[in-house]
Nanobody
Framework: VQLQASGGGLVQAGGSLRLSCAAS??????MAWYRQAPGKERELVAT???????TYAVFAKARFTISLDKDENILTLRMNKLEPEDTAVYYC??????????WGHGTQVTVSS
């Protein structure tokens, strides 16, 4: 399974970005976005189950929206009110039952103050 992430870039604080992740096949029982800031561990941003139910990290809950287009196999993360602390490489992830996991190469998000 290949995951191709796109949509990162440079944005001013308070701005918005939309990240997309195109999967080469359907059938994941869950997909997610993670991020890794310089010098920090990778952390979970949001997940979406195959039935569309989302979950969010505390920092993302009020500002980010994750969604999955099952027809097109595209995972999206809409990010609003971005803060410099959101600067990181964002990775998409797909989990296939029972224990297969795949990662995209990541897309850089930089938020300037």
């Amino acid at each position: 399974v290949q995951l191709q992430a796109s949509g990162g870039g440079l944005v001013q604080a308070g701005g918005s970005l939309r990240l997309s992740c195109a999967a080469s096949r359907s059938g994941a029982d869950g997909m997610a976005w993670y991020r890794q800031a310089p010098g920090k561990e990778r952390e979970l941003v949001a997940t979406v189950a195959s039935d569309g139910r989302p979950t969010y990290a505390v920092f993302a809950k009020a500002r980010f929206t994750i969604s999955l287009d099952k027809d097109e196999n595209i995972l999206t993360l809409r990010m609003n009110k971005l803060e410099p602390e959101d600067t990181a490489v964002y990775y998409c992830n797909a989990h296939f039952w029972p224990d297969r996991e795949y990662w995209g190469h990541g897309t850089q998000v930089t938020v300037s103050s």
